[in-house]
């Protein structure tokens, strides 16, 4: 076990290095379930007593090639690249959620919300474009008042930061969180009429912060948006 083990090792390695840092840095779904099978490969070689390091090396140059014949043909064939590789999905389009992209996803608000914080983002009103990479990430574009230069940048007077608040995720109302800015629900109801809302299933999502305009976003899927 000892020369299997070094043996699988070192295989391993180069066989990460051959096939490039994009296994690492970029994991993909098809590159996840690549490094899951790997690991099982060698893993049940190494404690199989019919296995040696014929068989390991067997296995590792076999998967080693289909990946990396895969690479081959994602660069060579770029309508492969959505199959293999995935693609890039918008889950903001100028400052709007994009709810069936998020379902398709699987991605809550939550969960984005999350992310952005990440990005150093912690309000939704500061993000123009938010994509959803393949390998999982989010890219954030910022709107431009909140691009820099900073107000610092700017020899600016510094105001005090704000956390903004969930008030209305899904068309449901945040409760808690209500309570905990001292919020009715009939204030609530008042400004969503305020922006045309007569409905709160009608809202997707609705943030406060202090001292700004209520930001109420609703539901829009590709292509259409609910009114």
Same mark, same amino acid.
């Given at each position: =076990?000892?020369?299997?083990?070094?043996?699988?090792?070192?295989? !391993?390695?180069?066989?990460?290095?051959?096939?490039?840092?994009?296994?690492?840095?970029?994991?993909?779904?098809?590159?996840?379930?690549?490094?899951?099978?790997?690991?099982?490969?060698?893993?049940?070689?190494?404690?199989? *007593?019919?296995?040696?390091?014929?068989?390991?090396? %067997?296995? !590792?140059?076999?998967?080693?090639?289909?990946?990396?014949? $895969?690479?081959?043909?994602?660069?060579?064939?770029?309508?492969?690249?959505?199959?293999?590789?995935?693609?890039?999905?918008?889950?903001?389009? #100028?400052?709007?959620?994009?709810?069936?992209? =998020?379902?398709?996803?699987?991605?809550?608000?939550?969960?984005?919300?999350? =992310?952005?914080?990440?990005?150093?983002?912690?309000?939704?009103? +500061?993000?123009? &474009?938010?994509?959803?990479? $393949?390998?999982?990430?989010?890219?954030?574009?910022?709107?431009? *008042?909140?691009?820099? /230069?900073?107000?610092?940048?700017?020899?600016?007077?510094?105001? /005090?930061?704000? !956390?903004?608040?969930? !008030?209305?995720?899904?068309?449901?109302?945040? %409760?808690?969180?209500?309570?905990?800015?001292?919020?009715?629900?009939?204030?609530?109801?008042?400004?969503?009429?305020?922006?045309? &809302?007569?409905?709160? #299933?009608?809202?997707? &999502?609705?943030? %406060?912060?202090?001292? +700004?305009?209520?930001?109420?976003? /609703?539901?829009?899927?590709?292509?259409?948006?609910?009114?």
């Amino acid at each position: =076990m000892l020369v299997d083990t070094i043996f699988g090792f070192f295989a !391993l390695f180069l066989l990460t290095k051959i096939l490039g840092k994009t296994q690492i840095s970029q994991l993909t779904a098809f590159d996840f379930i690549s490094a899951i099978i790997l690991g099982e490969l060698v893993g049940n070689a190494l404690f199989d *007593d019919n296995s040696g390091i014929l068989q390991i090396g %067997y296995v !590792l140059l076999l998967w080693g090639s289909l990946l990396y014949v $895969t690479e081959i043909i994602t660069q060579k064939f770029k309508s492969t690249r959505p199959l293999l590789e995935g693609s890039p999905e918008i889950v903001i389009r #100028k400052g709007k959620l994009i709810r069936d992209v =998020m379902k398709k996803n699987k991605l809550d608000i939550n969960q984005l919300q999350h =992310m952005l914080r990440g990005k150093d983002v912690f309000t939704l009103r +500061e993000v123009e &474009y938010a994509i959803l990479e $393949t390998n999982g990430t989010l890219s954030v574009l910022k709107k431009s *008042d909140f691009q820099t /230069p900073t107000r610092k940048d700017m020899k600016l007077a510094p105001q /005090p930061a704000n !956390l903004s608040v969930t !008030l209305i995720n899904d068309g449901e109302i945040i %409760y808690d969180n209500l309570q905990e800015r001292n919020l009715t629900e009939e204030w609530l109801m008042d400004e969503l009429k305020e922006q045309g &809302y007569d409905n709160v #299933k009608d809202v997707f &999502y609705a943030e %406060y912060m202090k001292d +700004e305009e209520l930001l109420v976003l /609703p539901f829009i899927n590709r292509g259409k948006q609910k009114k």
